[in-house]
C-alpha cells in the first residue's frame, strides 16, 4: 500500500471510531471521506479528485435511480475506495465492489471490517483484471460503471463478457463525464467517451432498452441498459 493510502486508511478508521459504529455515520464517513481520493483505472497510485464531489455527483440521487435493490446482487466495476458500493450496501441484498488495484480491494477489505456485521456479511471485494471482471455466471441483478468506462480497451468485447453475469432482465449503469468543458477537477477530454458512443458501444454488444440521461447531473450522463 502506497504512503498516501496507508495515512488515508488510518484517518478514515480514527473517523470510523468516532461514529461508534453508528450505521448513518459510517455511511456518511465512508461516502465523505474516500470523495477526495480514488483508484487510477490505469493502475497507478491513488489521485485525489475534487473534493466536492459529494455535491456535483450527487451520490444519493444517482442510487435512487437503481430502483428498489431489495434481494438484489449489485456489482461495482471499477469501485476504488467503494464511493458507490459503501452505499449501495444499505439496499441491496449483496454488494460486490470490483476493482483490478489490489490497493483499493485491502483499502475496502479494511473498512469493510468496521460496518456493523449486518452490512459487513453483505459485502464482497474482488480483484479483476482490465479484461475481466471475474464475475460468475447468473451472478448479479445489476452492473454500475462509474467513472471507468473511458478506460476500458475493448470495449464491445469487455460489455459480451458481462452479459453472461447478469441474471434475467439484468441491467447495467454507466456514468461517466460529460464531453464539454467542465468546472471541476474532471479527466482530459482524450480520457473521457462521449454519451452517444456509449450508446452506440452498448447496441453493438446486443444489450436492449438503452436509456440515457444527461440532465440529472451537471457534469456527468447516465446510461441505462438492459442485457434482455
Not at 134 to 151: G, M, P, R
Not at 187 to 203: N, T
Amino acid at each position: 500500500m502506497n504512503q498516501k493510502l496507508f495515512y488515508f486508511l488510518i484517518l478514515l478508521l480514527f473517523a470510523i471510531h468516532a461514529c461508534n459504529n453508528d450505521t448513518s455515520k459510517v455511511a456518511d464517513t465512508a461516502q465523505t471521506k474516500s470523495s477526495s481520493v480514488q483508484s487510477n483505472p490505469k493502475n497507478e497510485p491513488a489521485i485525489e479528485i475534487n473534493k466536492d464531489r459529494g455535491e456535483w455527483q450527487k451520490p444519493s440521487l444517482v442510487v435512487s435511480k437503481l430502483g428498489d435493490l431489495t434481494g438484489k446482487t449489485v456489482a461495482d466495476i471499477g469501485a476504488g475506495l467503494g464511493y458507490f458500493s459503501f452505499r449501495l450496501v444499505f439496499g441491496a441484498e449483496k454488494v460486490i465492489a470490483v476493482d483490478i488495484d489490489p490497493d483499493m480491494i485491502e483499502f475496502m477489505e479494511d473498512f469493510k471490517s468496521n460496518l456493523p456485521d449486518s452490512l459487513e456479511r453483505k459485502f464482497e471485494t474482488r480483484l479483476a483484471t482490465s479484461d475481466n471482471a471475474n464475475l460468475d455466471n447468473v451472478e448479479v441483478d445489476v452492473i454500475i460503471i462509474v467513472n471507468t468506462f473511458a478506460y476500458i480497451e475493448d470495449k464491445v468485447s469487455y460489455l459480451n463478457r458481462l452479459k453472461p453475469s447478469l441474471k434475467f432482465g439484468g441491467r447495467i449503469m454507466i456514468m461517466d463525464y460529460k464531453m464539454k468543458r467542465l468546472s471541476i477537477d474532471a479527466p482530459p477530454k482524450s480520457e473521457r467517451i462521449h454519451l452517444s458512443d456509449v450508446e452506440d458501444i452498448l447496441a453493438q454488444a446486443g444489450y436492449k432498452n438503452i436509456q440515457s440521461d444527461d440532465t440529472s447531473l451537471d457534469f456527468q450522463y447516465i446510461v441505462f441498459a438492459h442485457v434482455n
